[in-house]
């Protein structure tokens, strides 16, 4: 376990923080640690409480999810929310906006980067 613990293994922690379901509980228990120990983990590596970080992360993915699914519901849904109501609150505490105004806006992102400044297609 100790190995896994380490900042470096960061792609591993966000594996079993995804099997885990974003909760601390069942993370603590795929880690094969106490809840005791985790919190002290988390803290000291990640700066947070355990469901705190698992939280962040799960949002973090909610914004790639998005790009991907195109659907709220969806990815609400896929990331263990029971309400896309909650899910959209807290989605927008994390980035300011909406989950619908974050497509749209990544829709813009993508538009203008396809076109040239002379208005052609690239």
């Given amino acids: 376990m100790a190995r896994l613990a380490r900042p470096d293994n960061f792609q591993q922690w966000l594996k079993i923080a995804e ?9 603590s228990k795929n880690l094969k640690v106490s809840p005791r120990q985790l919190r002290r983990y988390t803290q000291a590596y990640f700066g947070s409480s355990p469901q705190g970080w698992l939280n962040e992360q799960r949002l973090i993915r909610a914004g790639k999810l998005l790009k991907e699914l195109r659907s709220v519901k969806s990815v609400a849904f896929q990331l263990g929310f029971k ?15 909406a989950p619908t105004t974050f497509l749209l806006w ?6 203008a980067r396809s076109h040239r400044p002379d208005g052609r297609a690239r």
């Fill in 83 to 97: 309400q896309v109501s909650h899910f959209s609150r807290e989605f927008k505490f994390q980035y300011g906006i």
């Fill in 19 to 27: 099997k885990s379901a974003y909760r601390a509980s069942l993370l």
């Fill in 106 to 111: 990544n829709d813009n992102q993508t538009s």
